[in-house]
């Protein structure tokens, strides 16, 4: 590869957002977008954000299709750097999508409430984050409201999380009494000095150490005396930043700030500059993939159907793991082994969607697809095979039956069914002793399953209705020694039903946190999996 193709490799950083609802998400993506010069005015992302959460129903969320994928990847660079921002969509959008989504960065940043620290569906993604050991950042927000002390926060963090925390800017005050922050890696003050979206928002003030005259007149006493006792107590018990253990996922960095008045935005991109990874070499099953091999290659991690409906399009999202792609250009479909035209590929900046001529490693594109890929497909060029690890399937948390209203369209209803599975829609699991009689259907979100009812009934004409499930976890059932199990009543104890996913894996399905605890304190020699990682796990027996 020639230097310039590797440079553009190099000055990629791919992450994501990661947050419970009302954390600050939306608002942190305006202002990073704004230092980026991808939008131009507060309120475009929150436009939208509300655009969508306005909608009630899947048929509207059709209606504005263009919206979101035109927001899946945000653009923008800074500092040198070209940063694609990924959308991990939360509230009623929250779905198997928002998991996947993280299998194709190689950063994310944890966006905390001050007052609320770490909260459910925090707990989630960053649980899916460990699964990649994905390097996370942590910006804990709202500091312009009275919150928790930040030890506090940082204690639950590693307590929760299990993820040791290294505070690089320490806050100077809350609430209406919030001041700024001090940058433990550079020694200084940053001071709040006025609200509003300008990028110079903030005055920086280098002070030689903590204990400085200049300093304790700058904030007063009281805050003055509570600082220096803060970094004594965090330089004493913390240490240094370690890059490495950041980079293997053991640390987080902690940046404190306000989103909503722009404090603390600025000092955090550029820590992310200077700490987040390029993008990461790839596990293949035929080994190692590195982003700046000549070879091309790619996986699919998201799908999205009927773009246009006229058409029955789809657009692919592919994340490019190595080489460079060029529009028009030919790669292997590593599943079905043949050659496909990369040639309707759209790039998705902040607002424009634009046609991608050239993108490269740690980028993503979206590919229109006639019906060849499904999630986790890698497509790639030149002579050696590659095919990626998988996208790993999550736990589902809503589980339902599926009803045919008219008993004479079984055949599309069958066929539906099986497809929309396929391309991940929901997960779906039968029960081996009756067949595909009944199938039970699994999501993350409740959302997947409106999806599936909607897209039934357009695309394949199907009215059906569901019957919802009493469970509560599915888990994915092995020996320890990571040997498969096979469907039999008599293995699991307290399991009420057994099931297989479309692999065959056995699947337990549990009615309530005590059922599952019983199950795996009286089986000892098995394991209840969240998740089931990739295929080479599943398929091997
Ligand atoms: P999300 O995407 O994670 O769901 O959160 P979002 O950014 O939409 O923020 C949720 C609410 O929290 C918004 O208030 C937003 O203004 C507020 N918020 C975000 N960052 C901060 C911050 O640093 N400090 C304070 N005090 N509030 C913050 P809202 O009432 O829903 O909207 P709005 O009327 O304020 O626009």
């Not at 990924?86 to 190689?106: I, K, N, Q, W």
């Not at 990649?132 to 500091?143: A, D, S, V, Y």
């Not at 070879?295 to 409906?309: C, E, L, R, T």
């Amino acid at each position: 590869m020639n230097t310039s193709d590797t440079k553009e490799i190099q000055r990629r950083r791919t992450f994501a957002i990661i947050s419970h609802p009302d954390a600050g998400k939306t608002t942190m993506t305006e202002k990073l977008l704004l230092y980026g010069g991808a939008i131009h005015e507060a309120g475009e992302v929150k436009a939208k954000k509300e655009r969508r959460s306005a909608r009630s129903d899947w048929m509207k969320l059709e209606q504005e299709r263009g919206i979101s994928v035109s927001t899946s990847v945000m653009q923008f660079d800074f500092s040198g750097l070209r940063i694609n921002l990924l959308d991990t969509p939360g509230h009623a959008d929250f779905s198997e999508d928002t998991y996947r989504t993280l299998a194709a960065v190689d950063s994310a940043v944890m966006v905390l409430d001050n007052a609320k620290g770490v909260e459910k569906q925090t707990r989630k993604l960053f649980e899916v984050c460990r699964l990649r050991r994905t390097p996370i950042f942590t910006f804990i927000n709202k500091l312009d409201r009275e919150g928790r002390s930040p030890f506090e926060l940082m204690d639950e963090v590693e307590k929760i999380l299990n993820i040791q925390c290294n505070p690089i800017s320490w806050p100077i005050g809350m609430g209406k009494g919030f001041r700024g922050i001090y940058h433990r890696l550079r020694k200084k003050v940053i001071v709040f000095q006025d609200e509003g979206f300008a990028t110079d928002e903030a005055k920086e003030l280098s002070f030689s150490s903590v204990t400085d005259t200049g300093l304790r007149e700058l904030i007063g006493p009281e805050l003055h005396d509570q600082l220096v006792e803060d970094i004594e107590l965090v330089d004493g018990t913390i240490g240094p930043f370690d890059q490495e253990a950041f980079l293997r996922a053991e640390v987080t960095p902690v940046m404190f700030g306000s989103a909503r008045t722009n404090f603390g935005i600025r000092a955090f991109l550029e820590l992310f500059c200077e700490t987040a990874p390029a993008p990461f070499p790839q596990q293949s099953y035929q080994g190692v993939v590195n982003p700046t091999d000549e070879q091309f290659s790619g996986f699919i991690f998201k799908i999205q159907a009927n773009m246009d409906k006229m058409h029955r399009d789809r657009v692919v999202f592919l994340r490019i793991c190595s080489g460079k792609f060029e529009r028009g250009m030919y790669a292997k479909h590593a599943r079905l082994e043949k050659d496909i035209r990369l040639s309707h590929s759209a790039q998705f900046m902040a607002r424009d969607r634009s046609l991608v001529e050239v993108a490269y490693a740690g980028d993503i594109i979206g590919l229109h697809d006639t019906g060849n890929c499904k999630i986790g497909d890698t497509l790639y060029t030149g002579s050696r095979k590659i095919e990626f690890a998988g996208i790993p399937q999550f736990s589902p948390e809503f589980f339902a039956r599926v009803d045919l209203a008219d008993p004479l369209k079984r055949k599309q209803f069958n066929k539906g069914l099986y497809e929309l599975c396929e391309e991940g829609t929901v997960q779906l699991f039968v029960d081996p002793r009756v067949g595909d009689q009944d199938p039970v259907l699994g999501a993350v979100g409740q959302l997947q399953f409106e999806v599936l009812l909607y897209r039934m009934k357009d695309e394949y004409g199907v009215d059906a209705r569901l019957r919802p499930q009493p469970f509560k976890h599915a888990r994915w059932i092995r020996y320890r020694d990571g040997r498969k199990t096979a469907v039999d009543p008599g293995l699991v104890k307290g399991t009420l039903s057994f099931l297989e996913d479309r692999l065959k894996n056995l699947v337990g399905l549990f009615t309530s946190d005590f059922h599952l605890q019983w199950a795996e304190q009286n089986n000892p020699d098995l394991v209840f999996l969240e998740n089931m990682m990739s295929r080479v796990e599943t398929e091997e027996t």
